[in-house]
C-alpha cells in the first residue's frame, strides 16, 4: 500500500513569511510524529499525535510552530515568520497504535525547507 | 540533558566483511532501544530494534547487541552489501511516542 507522503517536497521561502507542511500518514494509523533534521545531523523530535490530539508538544523549538490534524489523517505543520535556522528537512512519519508500534515508525521522504 | 551519540561518523566496509557500528547512550530509562537505516533522499526506515531487558537480538543479517552497564548499543551487518551503504541511527525511547536520535553514522561499502 502507499507509505506517508508530505508535501511539499521541497519549499523555498523568504525570511519572515508564514508555511504549512503537509503529511499524509498510511491508512489506518493512529499515530504521527514529526521531526526535523538538520544538514548532517540527527532527527529532532517536534511533536507527535494521537489521533487528534498531541500529548507531547515538547520538542516544538518556540511558539513559532505549530501543528495540527484532522480527522484522525492529514496532519499539517505550521512555522510562522520563518527564520534562517528554520532550514532543515521536516520529516513525518506514522504508526499504529500499540506498544511497539510507538517506535517503529514509518516515515515519509520529507519536506527540505530553505529560508532566505 | 541525556543524548544518544555514535562513536564513529563515518564507516568504510569491504563488500562481504561484516560491520559494527557503535552507540553510546545515557538515559537509564529508555525501555527500547531502535536502529534506523537512512538513504540518500529518505525517510529512515525501521531496520531492528531491543528492549532493555536484553543483551541481544538477531534479525536477517544483521544483530543489535545491548551492554547496560556501559551504556552501549551495537549494530552488526553480516556480510555487507552495497545496498547497505547509508547513514544508520541509534535511537532510544525515552517515552511513548519520543523517540531520541543519535547524530548518525555514514557507512560506504567498497568494492
Known amino acids: 500500500g502507499a507509505g506517508v507522503s508530505q508535501s511539499p517536497s521541497n519549499k523555498v521561502t523568504e525570511k519572515g513569511k508564514d508555511v504549512e507542511l503537509r503529511c499524509d500518514p498510511i491508512s489506518g494509523h493512529t499515530a504521527l510524529y514529526w521531526y526535523r533534521q538538520s544538514l548532517g545531523q540527527g532527527l529532532e523530535f517536534l511533536i507527535y499525535?494521537?489521533?487528534?490530539?498531541?500529548?507531547?508538544k515538547s520538542g516544538l523549538p518556540s511558539d513559532r510552530f505549530s501543528a495540527e490534524r484532522t480527522g484522525g489523517s492529514v496532519s499539517t505543520l505550521t512555522i510562522q515568520r520563518t527564520q534562517q535556522e528554520d532550514s532543515a528537512v521536516y520529516l513525518c512519519?506514522?504508526?499504529?497504535?500499540?506498544?511497539?508500534?510507538?517506535?517503529?515508525?514509518?516515515f515519509g521522504p520529507g519536506t527540505r525547507l530553505t529560508v532566505t | 540533558g541525556e543524548s544518544v551519540g555514535l562513536h564513529l561518523p563515518t564507516l568504510s566496509v569491504q563488500e562481504g566483511d561484516n560491520s559494527i557500528i557503535n552507540c553510546a547512550y545515557s538515559n537509564s530509562a529508555s525501555d527500547y532501544f531502535i536502529w534506523y537505516k537512512q538513504e540518500s533522499g529518505k525517510g529512515p526506515q525501521f531496520i531492528i530494534d531491543?528492549?532493555?531487558?536484553?543483551d541481544k537480538r538477531q534479525g536477517q543479517r544483521v544483530t543489535v547487541l545491548l551492554n547496560k552497564t556501559v551504556k552501549h548499543l551495537s549494530l552488526q551487518i553480516a556480510a555487507t552489501q552495497p545496498g547497505d551503504s547509508a547513514v544508520y541511527f541509534c535511537a532510544e525511547r525515552v517515552s511513548w511516542g519520543k523517540l531520541q536520535f543519535g547524530a548518525g553514522t555514514q557507512v560506504v561499502v567498497t568494492p
Open positions: 512519519a506514522s504508526s499504529l497504535e500499540g506498544d511497539r508500534a510507538a517506535y517503529e515508525q514509518y
Open positions: 499525535f494521537q489521533g487528534n490530539s498531541a500529548p507531547d
Open positions: 531491543i528492549r532493555s531487558n536484553m
